[in-house]
């Protein structure tokens, strides 16, 4: 299983950008996918997580009213589009694949992650 991050770069606070997840390897329609990022000096944490359908969404409170996740299963992706970022969204994205079709437990499968700086 391979996922490849892509969309993370540097933008102004109020700025937008949109994450990609590609994968490949696996049935990626049948399974739950999510965002988790990790900013310096602080834990990894969960953004945002859609069940196999897109029919289930979850997301980080902080982020809720933001960011949006979604999937093409057609096309192997899972997107995060970020808008109004902030600051303290700086951090590294990582995209991960559950073994189930719902967001249940902790995905298995991780990506290696893209840098998201949001400058003040």
């Known amino acids: 299983v391979q996922l490849q991050a892509s969309g993370g770069g540097t933008v102004q606070a109020g700025g937008s950008l949109r994450l990609s997840c590609a994968a490949s390897?696996?049935?990626?329609?049948?399974?739950?996918m999510a965002w988790f990022r990790q900013a310096p000096g602080k834990e990894r944490e969960f953004v945002a997580a859609?069940?196999?359908?897109?029919?289930?969404?979850y997301y980080a409170d902080s982020v809720k009213g933001r960011f949006t996740i979604s999937r093409d299963n057609a096309k192997n992706t899972v997107y995060l589009p970020m808008n109004s970022l902030k600051p303290e969204d700086t951090a590294v994205y990582y995209c991960?694949?559950?073994?189930?079709?719902?967001?249940?437990?902790?995905?298995?499968?991780w990506g290696q992650g893209t840098k998201v700086t949001v400058s003040s």
């Open positions: 390897g696996r049935t990626f329609s049948r399974y739950a």
């Open positions: 991960a694949g559950y073994t189930t079709p719902s967001v249940i437990g902790v995905p298995r499968y």
């Open positions: 859609i069940s196999w359908g897109g029919g289930s969404t």
